[in-house]
């Protein structure tokens, strides 16, 4: 079992920054690849971005390449995900996921979400 805990949503200007934590428990993810989805009214749940096991590799969207920056603590056992150049279109539900064992695609576990509202 993993229980993610997601924080720091909010509601930004365009062009303003956020920065999203990931608290995991139940199971260190130091061992795992982790990552970041999120799901906009009306549209299906997309991949965002993700982060190896050490933190040395990472993927991302092309939409946010540039834009955001995935990192992990895992001494903390905490994932985050710093959005930057926030737009309109980065409005959605983001979720916390993992452990990633095939690229791109969702593990077992889900947290709750965090709403990131940017406004034009």
């Known amino acids: 079992q993993m229980q993610l805990v997601e924080s720091g949503g909010g509601l930004v200007q365009a062009g303003g920054s956020l920065r999203l934590s990931c608290a995991a428990s139940?199971?260190?993810?130091?061992?795992?690849?982790m990552g970041w989805f999120r799901q906009a009214p009306g549209k299906e749940r997309e991949f965002v971005a993700a982060?190896?096991?050490?933190?040395?590799?990472?993927y991302y969207a092309d939409s946010v390449k540039g834009r955001f920056t995935v990192s992990r603590d895992n001494t903390k056992n905490t994932v985050y995900l710093q959005m930057n150049s926030l737009k309109p279109e980065d409005t959605a539900v983001y979720y916390c996921?993992?452990?990633?064992?095939?690229?791109?695609?969702?593990?077992?576990?889900w947290g709750q979400g965090t709403q990131v509202t940017v406004s034009s």
């Open positions: 996921n993992g452990p990633i064992l095939l690229l791109y695609t969702p593990g077992a576990y």
């Open positions: 139940g199971r260190t993810v130091s061992v795992y690849r």
């Open positions: 982060i190896g096991r050490g933190g040395d590799n990472t």
